[in-house]
């Protein structure tokens, strides 16, 4: 089990753009691309991570736009593994 | 411009698992994998034929399930395009 993030953290996410999400202990993002292709091409990239880490996102695609939802399940709400995917897909953005 | 569909295609639609989305002229549907991989490979083969026919989801992923919504936003409605990129779907399916 990995313990839920601290207060600084949590900061740091949302200075990146992260928010929190009404009613959940989770994160949210809207990344905006230039296409369809660029917008598929991260969640893409962005798959293989998080397939090689076991920690998957929720997330939604609409033409050039990518809504991504973090929280870990198991743990009940933010922890460690949503701060790496976030700043995983930052890089990646 | 295409026409949108007739009542026809639509059962056909219904026939096959899909459904009529309340307060909007779409259709969806929710397909279950076996795991991330399987469903991230099935929105991988089904965003090329969508950037192929320039006609693109709105889909959401979730670990092993992804919810498709098809809708022709400049037609403001179900069309054949929508048709076809359902059918499509449901054979990579």
Redesign the interface.
Known sequence: MTDKISEEELASLLANGWQKVDGRDAITKTYVFSN??DA?GF??RA?LW??KWNH????????KTVEVTLTSHDAGGVTDRDVKLASKMDTLF
């Open positions: 369809f292709v598929f969640m893409t798959a998080a397939e998957h996102p929720e997330w939604t695609n609409v033409y």
